[in-house]
Protein backbone atom coordinates (compact mmCIF):
# COMPACT_ATOMS: atom_id res chain seq x y z
CA UNK A 1 0.00 0.00 0.00
CA UNK A 2 2.67 2.33 1.13
CA UNK A 3 4.59 1.77 -2.10
CA UNK A 4 1.55 2.52 -4.18
CA UNK A 5 0.52 5.01 -2.77
CA UNK A 6 4.24 7.17 -3.32
CA UNK A 7 4.35 6.22 -6.40
CA UNK A 8 1.22 7.73 -7.27
CA UNK A 9 2.31 10.09 -5.49
CA UNK A 10 5.26 10.82 -8.06
CA UNK A 11 3.34 9.79 -11.28
CA UNK A 12 0.77 12.80 -9.44
CA UNK A 13 3.88 15.25 -9.41
CA UNK A 14 5.25 14.64 -12.62
CA UNK A 15 1.93 15.01 -14.59
CA UNK A 16 1.56 18.35 -12.91
CA UNK A 17 5.21 19.29 -13.43
CA UNK A 18 4.66 18.01 -17.31
CA UNK A 19 1.69 20.13 -17.43
CA UNK A 20 3.18 23.27 -15.93
CA UNK A 21 5.68 22.57 -19.06
CA UNK A 22 3.21 22.59 -21.37
CA UNK A 23 1.33 25.52 -20.20
CA UNK A 24 4.67 27.04 -20.64
CA UNK A 25 5.27 26.06 -24.31
CA UNK A 26 2.03 25.81 -25.87
CA UNK A 27 -0.29 28.26 -24.48
CA UNK A 28 -4.15 27.99 -24.24
CA UNK A 29 -5.81 27.91 -27.78
CA UNK A 30 -7.52 31.26 -27.12
CA UNK A 31 -4.48 33.07 -27.18
CA UNK A 32 -2.43 31.43 -30.07
CA UNK A 33 -3.05 32.71 -33.73
CA UNK A 34 -3.64 31.54 -36.52
CA UNK A 35 -1.34 29.27 -39.15
CA UNK A 36 -1.43 32.53 -41.49
CA UNK A 37 -0.90 34.74 -38.30
CA UNK A 38 2.29 32.69 -37.18
CA UNK A 39 3.62 32.78 -40.90
CA UNK A 40 3.59 36.81 -40.71
CA UNK A 41 5.00 36.60 -37.94
CA UNK A 42 8.05 34.27 -39.26
CA UNK A 43 8.53 36.75 -41.94
CA UNK A 44 8.70 39.73 -39.95
CA UNK A 45 11.15 38.42 -37.43
CA UNK A 46 13.18 36.78 -39.87
CA UNK A 47 13.58 39.81 -41.52
CA UNK A 48 14.33 41.67 -38.26
CA UNK A 49 17.02 38.94 -37.60
CA UNK A 50 18.56 39.08 -40.71
CA UNK A 51 18.59 43.34 -41.29
CA UNK A 52 19.40 43.48 -37.55
CA UNK A 53 22.25 41.72 -38.09
CA UNK A 54 23.50 42.98 -40.95
CA UNK A 55 23.02 46.69 -40.27
CA UNK A 56 25.05 46.55 -36.68
CA UNK A 57 27.70 44.16 -38.18
CA UNK A 58 28.13 47.13 -40.70
CA UNK A 59 28.33 49.50 -37.82
CA UNK A 60 31.03 47.04 -36.22
CA UNK A 61 33.12 46.62 -39.05
CA UNK A 62 33.09 50.75 -39.71
CA UNK A 63 34.56 50.92 -36.13
CA UNK A 64 37.54 47.76 -36.58
CA UNK A 65 38.29 49.52 -40.35
CA UNK A 66 38.38 53.67 -39.70
CA UNK A 67 40.24 55.23 -36.63
CA UNK A 68 38.06 58.08 -37.11
CA UNK A 69 35.12 56.70 -35.60
CA UNK A 70 36.56 55.55 -33.04
CA UNK A 71 35.94 59.14 -30.86
CA UNK A 72 34.87 58.73 -26.95
CA UNK A 73 31.27 59.95 -27.82
CA UNK A 74 30.98 56.87 -30.68
CA UNK A 75 31.94 54.56 -27.82
CA UNK A 76 27.92 54.81 -26.59
CA UNK A 77 26.83 54.27 -30.29
CA UNK A 78 29.28 51.00 -30.41
CA UNK A 79 27.48 50.10 -27.11
CA UNK A 80 24.38 50.35 -28.72
CA UNK A 81 25.22 48.39 -31.61
CA UNK A 82 26.72 45.93 -29.71
CA UNK A 83 23.73 45.04 -27.40
CA UNK A 84 21.06 44.95 -30.43
CA UNK A 85 23.12 42.99 -32.71
CA UNK A 86 23.48 40.38 -29.52
CA UNK A 87 19.88 40.25 -29.03
CA UNK A 88 19.98 39.80 -32.86
CA UNK A 89 21.92 36.96 -32.49
CA UNK A 90 20.69 35.32 -29.23
CA UNK A 91 17.03 36.15 -28.23
CA UNK A 92 15.34 36.45 -31.76
CA UNK A 93 16.74 33.81 -33.15
CA UNK A 94 14.87 31.36 -30.79
CA UNK A 95 11.80 33.54 -31.36
CA UNK A 96 11.63 32.79 -34.66
CA UNK A 97 12.26 29.67 -34.33
CA UNK A 98 9.55 29.44 -32.68
CA UNK A 99 6.75 31.10 -34.77
CA UNK A 100 7.68 28.57 -37.06
CA UNK A 101 6.53 25.99 -35.34
CA UNK A 102 3.62 27.45 -33.54
CA UNK A 103 4.81 27.52 -30.03
CA UNK A 104 7.74 28.34 -27.88
CA UNK A 105 10.61 25.29 -28.28
CA UNK A 106 12.90 25.84 -25.33
CA UNK A 107 10.96 24.80 -22.33
CA UNK A 108 11.23 27.00 -19.05
CA UNK A 109 15.07 27.44 -19.13
CA UNK A 110 14.75 28.89 -22.41
CA UNK A 111 12.29 31.19 -21.68
CA UNK A 112 14.54 32.34 -18.43
CA UNK A 113 17.78 32.86 -20.73
CA UNK A 114 14.94 34.49 -23.92
CA UNK A 115 13.69 37.12 -21.81
CA UNK A 116 16.90 37.77 -19.72
CA UNK A 117 19.11 38.56 -22.50
CA UNK A 118 16.12 40.84 -24.16
CA UNK A 119 15.58 42.89 -21.62
CA UNK A 120 19.17 43.36 -20.54
CA UNK A 121 20.54 44.54 -23.89
CA UNK A 122 16.93 46.64 -24.26
CA UNK A 123 17.97 48.42 -20.79
CA UNK A 124 21.42 48.80 -22.04
CA UNK A 125 20.54 50.63 -24.80
CA UNK A 126 18.45 52.74 -23.20
CA UNK A 127 20.60 53.69 -21.05
CA UNK A 128 23.57 54.37 -23.30
CA UNK A 129 21.19 56.88 -24.80
CA UNK A 130 20.11 58.48 -21.67
CA UNK A 131 24.60 58.94 -21.13
CA UNK A 132 24.76 60.13 -24.65
CA UNK A 133 21.91 62.98 -23.81
CA UNK A 134 23.60 63.98 -20.85
CA UNK A 135 27.10 63.96 -22.83
CA UNK A 136 25.65 65.88 -25.34
CA UNK A 137 23.85 68.43 -23.05
CA UNK A 138 27.57 68.96 -21.16
CA UNK A 139 29.63 69.23 -23.97
CA UNK A 140 27.32 72.27 -26.46
CA UNK A 141 27.17 73.89 -22.87
CA UNK A 142 29.88 73.97 -21.13
CA UNK A 143 33.56 74.76 -23.36
CA UNK A 144 35.80 72.40 -22.73
CA UNK A 145 39.33 72.84 -24.53
CA UNK A 146 40.73 69.34 -23.55
CA UNK A 147 41.51 66.27 -25.88
CA UNK A 148 39.42 63.25 -26.29
CA UNK A 149 39.15 61.40 -23.25
CA UNK A 150 38.13 57.95 -23.54
CA UNK A 151 38.11 57.27 -19.70
CA UNK A 152 34.74 58.34 -18.74
CA UNK A 153 32.83 57.00 -22.21
CA UNK A 154 34.61 53.60 -21.15
CA UNK A 155 33.18 53.53 -17.60
CA UNK A 156 30.03 54.78 -19.09
CA UNK A 157 29.59 51.42 -21.18
CA UNK A 158 30.71 49.47 -17.99
CA UNK A 159 27.65 51.36 -16.07
CA UNK A 160 25.30 50.44 -18.89
CA UNK A 161 25.66 46.98 -18.27
CA UNK A 162 25.75 46.93 -14.33
CA UNK A 163 23.24 48.71 -14.47
CA UNK A 164 20.91 46.64 -16.66
CA UNK A 165 22.19 43.28 -14.64
CA UNK A 166 20.82 44.81 -11.58
CA UNK A 167 17.62 44.68 -12.70
CA UNK A 168 17.49 41.68 -15.08
CA UNK A 169 18.66 39.27 -12.61
CA UNK A 170 16.51 39.91 -9.97
CA UNK A 171 13.41 37.49 -11.71
CA UNK A 172 16.01 34.65 -12.19
CA UNK A 173 16.16 34.63 -8.66
CA UNK A 174 12.79 34.67 -7.46
CA UNK A 175 12.07 38.51 -7.51
CA UNK A 176 9.13 37.66 -10.39
CA UNK A 177 9.88 35.86 -13.19
CA UNK A 178 10.34 35.23 -17.08
CA UNK A 179 7.36 33.33 -18.86
CA UNK A 180 5.94 33.21 -22.29
CA UNK A 181 3.75 36.55 -23.76
CA UNK A 182 1.55 37.10 -27.14
CA UNK A 183 1.20 34.41 -29.25
CA UNK A 184 3.35 31.89 -27.11
CA UNK A 185 6.43 32.42 -29.24
CA UNK A 186 8.73 34.80 -27.18
CA UNK A 187 9.62 35.52 -23.39
CA UNK A 188 9.58 38.10 -21.17
CA UNK A 189 8.75 39.70 -17.67
CA UNK A 190 5.63 38.01 -16.38
CA UNK A 191 3.18 40.91 -17.38
CA UNK A 192 0.65 38.45 -16.21
CA UNK A 193 1.26 37.32 -13.18
CA UNK A 194 -1.02 38.59 -10.08
CA UNK A 195 0.78 38.78 -6.89
CA UNK A 196 2.07 41.66 -5.08
CA UNK A 197 5.82 40.49 -5.48
CA UNK A 198 5.64 40.95 -9.35
CA UNK A 199 3.79 44.05 -9.06
CA UNK A 200 6.61 45.53 -7.22
CA UNK A 201 9.22 44.49 -9.51
CA UNK A 202 7.04 45.73 -12.55
CA UNK A 203 7.08 48.92 -11.28
CA UNK A 204 10.55 49.56 -10.00
CA UNK A 205 11.53 48.46 -13.21
CA UNK A 206 9.12 51.01 -15.52
CA UNK A 207 9.98 53.52 -12.83
CA UNK A 208 14.20 52.87 -13.11
CA UNK A 209 14.27 51.58 -16.60
CA UNK A 210 11.91 53.96 -18.48
CA UNK A 211 10.13 56.84 -16.75
CA UNK A 212 13.43 58.12 -14.99
CA UNK A 213 15.70 57.70 -17.75
CA UNK A 214 12.93 59.30 -20.58
CA UNK A 215 12.91 62.15 -18.28
CA UNK A 216 16.39 62.96 -18.01
CA UNK A 217 16.52 62.93 -21.62
CA UNK A 218 13.50 65.14 -22.29
CA UNK A 219 15.40 67.70 -19.41
CA UNK A 220 18.21 67.34 -21.14
CA UNK A 221 17.64 68.08 -24.68
CA UNK A 222 15.00 70.62 -23.50
CA UNK A 223 17.79 72.36 -22.12
CA UNK A 224 19.80 71.85 -25.24
CA UNK A 225 17.19 72.96 -27.64
CA UNK A 226 16.94 75.87 -25.69
CA UNK A 227 20.62 76.81 -25.45
CA UNK A 228 20.30 76.13 -29.30
CA UNK A 229 18.15 78.64 -29.92
CA UNK A 230 19.41 81.56 -27.88
CA UNK A 231 23.36 80.88 -29.61
CA UNK A 232 22.64 79.49 -32.75
CA UNK A 233 22.67 82.94 -34.16
CA UNK A 234 25.81 84.26 -32.45
CA UNK A 235 28.17 81.26 -32.66
CA UNK A 236 27.95 79.47 -36.21
CA UNK A 237 31.27 78.08 -36.33
CA UNK A 238 32.25 74.92 -38.35
CA UNK A 239 32.47 72.95 -34.65
CA UNK A 240 29.32 73.98 -33.25
CA UNK A 241 27.82 73.07 -36.57
CA UNK A 242 29.40 69.57 -36.11
CA UNK A 243 28.12 69.57 -32.41
CA UNK A 244 24.84 70.21 -33.41
CA UNK A 245 24.55 67.54 -36.36
CA UNK A 246 25.68 64.85 -33.29
CA UNK A 247 22.72 66.59 -31.46
CA UNK A 248 20.38 66.22 -34.00
CA UNK A 249 21.68 62.79 -34.99
CA UNK A 250 21.62 61.83 -30.99
CA UNK A 251 17.68 63.02 -30.36
CA UNK A 252 16.57 61.28 -33.71
CA UNK A 253 17.88 57.55 -32.15
CA UNK A 254 16.15 58.50 -28.82
CA UNK A 255 13.11 59.41 -30.46
CA UNK A 256 13.04 56.16 -32.82
CA UNK A 257 13.62 54.31 -29.71
CA UNK A 258 10.93 55.26 -27.83
CA UNK A 259 8.64 55.10 -30.90
CA UNK A 260 9.70 51.44 -30.72
CA UNK A 261 9.50 50.56 -27.09
CA UNK A 262 6.93 53.01 -25.12
CA UNK A 263 3.88 50.62 -27.18
CA UNK A 264 5.13 47.75 -25.86
CA UNK A 265 5.64 49.40 -22.41
CA UNK A 266 1.69 50.69 -22.52
CA UNK A 267 0.95 46.94 -23.71
CA UNK A 268 2.96 45.50 -20.67
CA UNK A 269 1.28 48.09 -18.17
CA UNK A 270 -1.89 47.46 -19.42
CA UNK A 271 -1.78 43.46 -19.28
CA UNK A 272 -0.26 44.08 -15.79
CA UNK A 273 -2.74 46.16 -14.42
CA UNK A 274 -5.86 45.80 -16.25
CA UNK A 275 -8.79 43.33 -16.98
CA UNK A 276 -7.54 39.49 -17.07
CA UNK A 277 -6.89 39.17 -20.89
CA UNK A 278 -7.58 42.32 -21.82
CA UNK A 279 -4.67 42.61 -24.43
CA UNK A 280 -5.55 40.02 -27.81
CA UNK A 281 -2.91 37.61 -29.14
CA UNK A 282 -2.26 40.25 -31.88
CA UNK A 283 -2.19 43.61 -29.92
CA UNK A 284 0.46 41.71 -28.01
CA UNK A 285 2.58 40.87 -31.29
CA UNK A 286 2.34 43.99 -32.86
CA UNK A 287 4.33 46.06 -30.13
CA UNK A 288 6.70 43.25 -29.46
CA UNK A 289 7.45 43.58 -32.98
CA UNK A 290 7.81 47.12 -33.13
CA UNK A 291 10.50 47.29 -30.17
CA UNK A 292 12.39 44.32 -32.00
CA UNK A 293 12.64 46.41 -34.96
CA UNK A 294 14.53 49.09 -33.28
CA UNK A 295 17.84 46.91 -33.80
CA UNK A 296 17.23 47.44 -37.74
CA UNK A 297 16.37 51.13 -37.27
CA UNK A 298 19.54 52.22 -34.90
CA UNK A 299 22.45 51.45 -37.41
CA UNK A 300 20.80 53.54 -39.98
CA UNK A 301 20.42 56.53 -38.09
CA UNK A 302 24.29 56.65 -37.48
CA UNK A 303 25.29 55.54 -41.27
CA UNK A 304 22.84 57.87 -42.93
CA UNK A 305 22.59 60.90 -40.27
CA UNK A 306 26.53 60.93 -39.38
CA UNK A 307 28.95 62.56 -41.86
CA UNK A 308 32.06 60.38 -41.32
CA UNK A 309 30.33 57.37 -40.95
CA UNK A 310 28.25 57.97 -44.23
CA UNK A 311 31.62 58.89 -45.69
CA UNK A 312 33.26 55.87 -43.99
CA UNK A 313 30.37 53.63 -45.19
CA UNK A 314 30.94 54.77 -48.93
CA UNK A 315 34.42 53.74 -48.50
CA UNK A 316 34.23 50.16 -46.95
CA UNK A 317 31.65 49.25 -50.64
CA UNK A 318 33.96 51.03 -52.61
CA UNK A 319 31.95 53.88 -53.31
CA UNK A 320 34.43 56.28 -52.73
CA UNK A 321 38.12 56.34 -53.23
CA UNK A 322 39.99 56.95 -49.85
CA UNK A 323 43.57 58.11 -49.21
CA UNK A 324 45.77 57.09 -45.96
CA UNK A 325 47.16 60.13 -44.03
CA UNK A 326 49.62 59.55 -41.18
CA UNK A 327 47.89 56.57 -40.30
CA UNK A 328 44.71 57.87 -40.49
CA UNK A 329 41.60 57.23 -43.33
CA UNK A 330 40.47 60.23 -44.84
CA UNK A 331 37.38 61.02 -47.30
CA UNK A 332 38.81 62.88 -50.19
CA UNK A 333 36.18 65.27 -51.02
CA UNK A 334 35.50 67.59 -54.03
CA UNK A 335 37.68 70.88 -55.10
CA UNK A 336 36.79 73.83 -53.26
CA UNK A 337 38.60 76.95 -52.68
CA UNK A 338 37.01 79.89 -50.49
CA UNK A 339 38.64 83.00 -50.89
CA UNK A 340 39.23 85.55 -48.17
CA UNK A 341 39.86 89.12 -47.85
CA UNK A 342 41.82 89.86 -45.04
CA UNK A 343 43.33 93.48 -44.22
CA UNK A 344 46.35 93.68 -42.69
CA UNK A 345 48.25 97.33 -41.72
CA UNK A 346 47.31 99.17 -45.08
CA UNK A 347 46.75 96.64 -47.79
CA UNK A 348 44.65 93.67 -48.19
CA UNK A 349 45.67 90.04 -48.84
CA UNK A 350 44.15 87.95 -50.88
CA UNK A 351 44.65 84.02 -49.63
CA UNK A 352 43.38 80.51 -50.35
CA UNK A 353 41.89 77.83 -47.85
CA UNK A 354 42.89 74.50 -49.31
CA UNK A 355 39.56 71.85 -48.75
CA UNK A 356 40.24 69.33 -51.16
CA UNK A 357 43.26 68.61 -53.50
CA UNK A 358 43.31 71.76 -54.91
CA UNK A 359 42.93 75.15 -54.01
CA UNK A 360 44.28 78.51 -54.10
CA UNK A 361 47.95 79.14 -52.84
CA UNK A 362 48.15 79.70 -48.70
CA UNK A 363 48.67 83.25 -47.30
CA UNK A 364 52.07 83.77 -46.73
CA UNK A 365 54.10 83.93 -43.39
CA UNK A 366 53.49 87.78 -42.64
CA UNK A 367 50.28 87.86 -44.18
CA UNK A 368 48.64 85.46 -41.38
CA UNK A 369 50.60 86.88 -38.14
CA UNK A 370 48.60 87.74 -35.19
CA UNK A 371 45.47 86.89 -37.26
CA UNK A 372 43.15 83.57 -36.52
CA UNK A 373 42.40 80.86 -39.27
CA UNK A 374 39.15 79.99 -39.54
CA UNK A 375 38.16 76.83 -39.02
CA UNK A 376 36.54 75.18 -42.40
CA UNK A 377 34.82 71.89 -42.97
CA UNK A 378 34.36 69.77 -46.38
Known sequence: MDLRMFSGLDALNYSVNLSDDRELMDPPGDRKLSPAGFAVLSVMLGLIMTFGFLNNFVVLLLFCKFKKLRTPVNMLLLNISVSDMLVCMFGTTLSFASSIRGRWLLGPSGCNWYGFINSCFGIVSLISLVILSYDRYSTLTVYNKRGPDYRKPLLAVAATWLYSLFWTVPPLLGWSSYSTEGAGTSCSVSWTARTAQSHAYIICLFTFCLGLPVLVMIYCYGRLLWAVKQVGKIR?????????????????????????WMPYGVVAMMATFGPPDIISPVASVVPSLLAKSSTVINPLIYILMNKQFYRCFLVLFHCKHWSAENGNTSVASKTTAIQLNRRVGDGAVACGVHVGPVGLPPCSAAAVKNTTAPEVTA
Open 236 to 260: KTAARRREYHILFMVLTTAACYLLC
